[in-house]
């Protein structure tokens, strides 16, 4: 009886498992007599999203050596919906190299934990933990549960349950900002505060895509790598910097009736968002209130404009990917207004989303048209893979995602193709908006 009963268990699992997404997986046996293990998931942020690129096991004793043949690594992706069927659903994730190392995933001569990197790319959703999903009568990248099952050819072991997540440089932020605003408007927002503060620092603020509102300030950090602004390549610019980056409950553009405005009229947050700004500037008395920076994509970049227009003379500098303010609703009166901040536009011409003709580009030209004196725009033909890995300037990402250049400190040319000139020197976007001061 027991017999028929693991049997009739093996063929049902067989049937349950021939149809996935990804590549097709071969039926492993019951793992009853082994004793299963944990797992430590890495999570790092790309140009495209988050994806797992490493998983740290521990071995049980001291080890020396790590064979990535000896591993096979399965993944599972599931909404936390039910009814939900998500792209990568369950596949085999390719291991690129084992390494010893510590519980971090630090490289070791000998330890007791084996690190295992795993390929990803930007058209694999088998590796990213994140979703777009729809939810609420609204879209937003949200966490997915995110498993792995490890077996080793070697050992016989097996590890599959997940006891700790490891996101560098978001592990360094502060997730528990949370600011209530008069009328009664919530906002979450993730902080980091600089390593080393030797007097005041400045302030750069970062308000995210329609897609990463909510109540985690994790997802506008990782879903399209605004953590980056914590980076050493970063940070090394302005001597240290504080990092804000405040949450939208649903999305910045947001109106009073719950649809879009692109500058037509008034949205619901801005007045709350100021307010956000400048409670947590008065408690980081050590923020330099002559260097804040504001910047953001698309609904950020719109907000971020509007916090300009409104406070001219507050912000030292802006930085602006995909703006979805359109020009037509920006007045002659308000650009003359902002004659005088120092602005950096980035955007790609084949935007579908943020139409640059509608938004960015004539926004400039106002800017130029007046004299502005400190103004550029960093203007592609494309949104290309800047890592040449998966094929540089022949790889296009979505038009709108012009954001990567910002994230990435690549914005170094102006509209005419010319490079950003400081002081007689070319100098990239981050570069230049560390020089900007009240």
Known sequence: MIKRITLLFAVLTLLNTTFSWAT??????????KEVGPYTLIIEGFDWGPAVNKVVIPMG????????????VTASRKAKQAGVDLPGARGTRTVLHAYVSDPKGQVLKTGKHITLVLAVAPNDP????????????????????????????ETDQVWEFEEGRIMPLIDQFDLTGKYNYKNGIKLTYASYKPEQVNGKSPLIIWLHGGGEGGTDPSIPLIANRAANYASPEIQRHFNGAYVLVPQSPTFWMQNA???????????????ALMGLIKDFIKRNPEIDTDRIYVGGCSNGGYMSLKL???????????????????????????????????????????DPV??????????????????????????FDHVVD???????????????????YSHANKATLDYDGKPVRLDGKPVSVMEWMAAQSN
Do not use: C, M
């Open 126 to 153: 088998l590796s990213s933990p994140i979703q777009y999903l729809r939810d609420g009568g609204r879209g937003a990248n949200q966490w997915i549960k995110y498993s792995l099952s490890i077996s080793s050819s």
């Open 24 to 33: 097709s997986l071969p039926f492993s046996p019951p793992t009853e007599d």
């Open 354 to 379: 943020t139409k640059p003709d509608e938004t960015a580009v004539p926004v400039y030209q106002r800017l130029k048209a007046i004299g502005a004196p400190n103004v550029y725009f960093s203007y």
């Open 386 to 404: 800047i890592t040449g890995v998966f094929g540089g300037d022949g790889y296009h990402y979505s038009g709108h995602w012009s954001w990567i």
């Open 308 to 350: 300009i227009l409104q406070h001219p003379d507050y912000f030292a500098a802006g930085y602006i990917s995909a703006l979805a303010y359109n020009s037509e609703y920006i007045t002659d009166q308000q650009i003359k207004s902002i004659k005088e901040v120092p602005i950096w536009f980035i955007h790609s011409k084949d």
């Open 257 to 271: 009736e719950g649809s879009y405005t692109r500058g037509q009229v008034d949205d619901i947050y801005n007045r």
């Open 61 to 72: 004793k001291e080890v020396s050596q790590a064979d990535k043949r000896h591993y096979q």
